[in-house]
Every structure is written in C-alpha cells, then in structure tokens.
C-alpha cells in the first residue's frame, strides 16, 4: 500500500511536510516551520517518529520547507538529505538565520517575563546555531542534478526538475512499482511565477499519475510583468522625487534579487532618482554571493550583464550593510533612501526598526512584493492596519502602503493550472501549501478547466495512493 500522510501546509501555508510509505520505506518530502498564526505548532515534538524516517527529499530553501529540519535531526532523524547544491547552501544560510533569530527572541521575551515572574512559562527555541551545525556535519547530504533519475530505493526512483521559484528549488518526482504497475506521483514544493526576472521559468511535467500541488495564490491572478514593474517604478520615483523614503521588506532568496535587477537596471537607464541604497540584511547578502556563484543556473540575459566582480547585481549606488552599526547608521540618511530589508513578512529582523522610524512619516512608502501570511506584522499592514505595535512601542502608520503582487515568486491560478494541463495521465490532484478559501474556489476552477476533483488535504489525514 503507497499511503501519504502532511504533517503540514494543511489548509494553510506553512510548514510543509509530507511523509510518502512505499512498503518500509518512509519517504519525506520537505520538513518546513510553520509561520504567522501557526508558529505555536512548531513546538513540542513531531506527531511521527524522526527515527522512522529513511530519507528527506528537500524542494527548496525557503523557511516554510526547511525550517525544521534541525528539529527533525535533534529527535532522531539519521537518514540521508537529498538536495540540489544551490539548496544545500541556502539552506544552511537560512537555517543559520532562524536559529539566530529565534534565540533573540526568546532572551526579549524570557526579560520580559522575569519581570512577570512568568520566565518559566517561555518556550525556549526549537533549536540552536549548534543544532544547525550538527544538522549539516551529522547527516549525509546528498547533492542531485535537475533532470537526472536517480534510484533512491530497490524499485523506487527520483528526477528533480527546475521548478522555477528560488534559486535551486525544484518539483519531485518519485517513481515506483505499485501491484506490477510503473506508477508516479509529484510534489510540487512551491513552482515559480515565469517573470523572467532572474530565474529560467518553470519546467514542464510531462506525466504522473498523482500529484500534490501548491495553492498559495490558487485564488487570485497576478499582474502582468509590465504592469508590476510600471506599478514598482512609479512608486519608487514619486515617493524619492518628494524626497521621502521607500522601505521594502523584501524576502533573502530571490526577491531580493529581483529587486536589485530592477533598481540596477533603472540607475543604467537614467530612471532611478539620485537617492541611496540599502540592502539591510545579512542574510539577504550572504545569498546573493550564492546567486552569484551560481550563476550559471540563471537567465542567459543575466549571465550575459556581470559586473567587473562577476555580479549581476551591483551598482553605484547600492550599499551592504551587513554589520548592527552600520544598519543604526541607515538613520541618519533622513530623505531620499530605498531600504531593502528582511523579514519579508516583517515578523522580525530589521525592517521592524525601519517601521519604527519611518512609518510614521507621511512622505515615505512601504512596499510589499511577496506574501504575507495570516498572523503576520506584514498582513496587518496590508489589512490597513492603523497602528502597529514594535518593540513594544504602538507606532501609527502614515506612509503610504503598497501591494505589488506581479513579483510573487509563486504561480497564480492560471499558472498552476496552465502547469497541472500539460500533466498526462494525472489522474489525482491533491491541494496543500494554501489557505482553505483560496483553495476551494482553486478547486472549483480546476474542476471547470480540466476536468479533474481535486482533493484538499488536512491535517495528518492519511491518504491511499492508488
């Protein structure tokens, strides 16, 4: 019996985590955190044993796919890692981060407690910088090539294939022998926008006969490319002309670097006004040294537009600020500054001290080009939240607010189902990674389209491959 059972992304985002059992052996795909409303379930232990788990087949590097991992090895997982290279690296960067942050977090909130006498009731991190460590030098990590079969099992193979969305990410395939019969089933991990900006579009999947496919904009329709960078650009010229400043929380991997295109791009064209450019976070730094040792994996249009230093994404005017005194530094450029900094979905990191001293101020604006997931500082802001809470500190919001969602590094509703259309011989669609309205309307549009029922997946629900 081939049974699949989510431990997350479940009628939500986050989380990803999905365990396929072909006889005895437990596959995973993806081991993910949970962010925004769901963090509380990245607490106590897994609801499966670590220990049973034979291999982790990882999509991508995103938080929301990877973020667990160090969890998973500290209760016991030993089994072997499969990734690409450009994953691997991210990953640790990423992993690195979170340990970072979490740790921050938890010595904020254990200060303030002991001042409530309540200290012992602070969870403390799910792990640390030397979990991470352990996670890398313990356990085999096995890089794979894009659109190589590889035998995992006796009888059960692997072909990762570009999926399009970050800088190594990938959709799985994983083929078996069911009953005498070839069979395949697919794991979408997240697949990718087609914007062309940084990363080749997403890889056609010829045949499978089950799949579980993302849903995260399974609602909605993203603008046309054009029009986002129209939307972008005009934006950023108005607010700098009347001497304001542009504050972007911007995601490490890929947006990030689709932004640097841009803004690059704008300064050679004579379109960007003289101002100053900060990229404020060190993660995002550390990855885009990754985009540019892997740049090969990149758009020939990019690989054709390097720099001096190998780089596509330099310019005059742009500043790394990797070091605390050099972001507190940011501050005393009162007007004309595009501050890119993480977190994306501002739960943390250094955009909140940005908020805190700028979005109040009328004459700048906040840009939001990526998801914002319930639970989240980000949400409430794009909800028209009047007041937003910092550091403990309620701060009103005056800047003017902007959501350009055409940079999504995911697929809309057309893309996926343009993808799932090009799928022969599907015939079982399973919906995870999205929220539960978005993904009953996804539903019914798939059904009009195609043809195909589709099923949304809940939470541990164990599910018969057939």
């Known amino acids: 019996m081939i049974t699949v059972r989510s431990y997350g992304a479940t009628e939500e985002v986050t989380g990803s985590c999905h365990i396929m059992k072909i006889g005895e052996k437990r596959i995973m795909i993806d081991c ?17 044993d670590p220990k049973q788990i034979d291999v982790l087949l990882l999509t991508h590097a995103h938080l929301d796919h990877c973020g667990r991992i160090p969890k998973l090895v500290k209760e016991g997982f030993n089994g072997k890692i499969y ?29 303030k407690a002991q001042r409530r006498a309540e200290h012992k009731k602070v969870l403390k991190p799910i792990y640390d910088v030397a979990d991470v460590y352990d996670t890398f030098s313990k356990i085999e990590w096995v890089a794979v090539e894009y659109d190589n079969y590889f035998e995992l099992f006796e009888g059960i ?17 994983i083929s078996y022998m069911d009953e005498g019969d070839s069979k395949k089933i697919v794991f979408s991990g997240d697949i990718g926008n087609d914007n062309m900006i940084v990363l080749p579009k997403l890889r056609t999947c010829k045949r499978s006969d089950s799949l579980y496919v993302e849903t995260t904009y399974g609602d909605r329709l993203h603008q046309p490319l054009a029009l986002t960078l129209e939307e972008f650009k005009n934006v950023i010229i108005k607010t700098l002309k009347h001497n304001g400043n542009v504050l972007i929380p911007s995601f490490a991997v890929e947006r990030t670097q689709e932004l640097l295109c841009i803004l690059r791009s704008m300064y050679e064209n004579g379109e960007l006004p003289k101002c100053d450019v900060f990229l404020d976070s060190p993660m995002a730094t550390k990855t885009t040294n990754l985009y540019k040792k892997y740049s090969y994996e990149l758009l020939e249009k990019c690989q054709k ?72 500082l980000g949400r409430e802001i794009v909800n028209g939240a009047k007041w937003i809470k910092v550091f403990g500190e309620d701060i009103i919001v005056k800047a003017s607010i902007h959501t350009i969602n055409g940079f999504s590094a995911h697929a809309d509703q057309n ?3 343009k993808w799932i259309k090009k799928i022969k011989n599907l015939r079982k669609v399973f919906l995870v990674h999205g929220e539960y309205e978005a993904q009953k309307r996804f539903k019914k549009v798939l059904k009009k389209k195609t043809g195909l029922q589709a099923h949304i997946v809940a939470y541990k629900e164990k599910i018969k491959i057939k």
């Open 157 to 173: 193979s692997v072909r990762y294939k570009n999926a399009g969305h970050i800088l190594g990410s990938a959709f799985i395939e």
């Open 83 to 111: 990734a690409t290279a450009p994953t691997m690296e991210l990953s640790e960067v990423i992993l690195l981060d979170s340990a970072k942050i979490m740790r921050e977090d938890y010595e904020t909130r254990y200060r």
């Open 305 to 376: 537009n390097l720099d001096k230093n190998g780089s596509i994404f330099n310019f005059d005017l742009l500043t790394y600020t990797e070091k605390p005194e050099e972001s507190k530094k940011i501050n005393e450029v009162r007007e004309r500054a595009i501050i890119i900094a993480g977190s994306g979905m501002c739960n943390g990191g250094r955009i909140q001290h940005h908020f805190k001293h700028r979005i109040w101020d009328p004459n700048n604006a906040v840009i939001f080009v990526g998801f914002q997931a319930s639970g989240t």
């Open 32 to 48: 993910g955190m949970f962010q925004g409303e769901y963090e509380e379930n990245n607490q106590g232990p897994f609801e499966f």
């Open 415 to 417: 893309g996926i189902i």
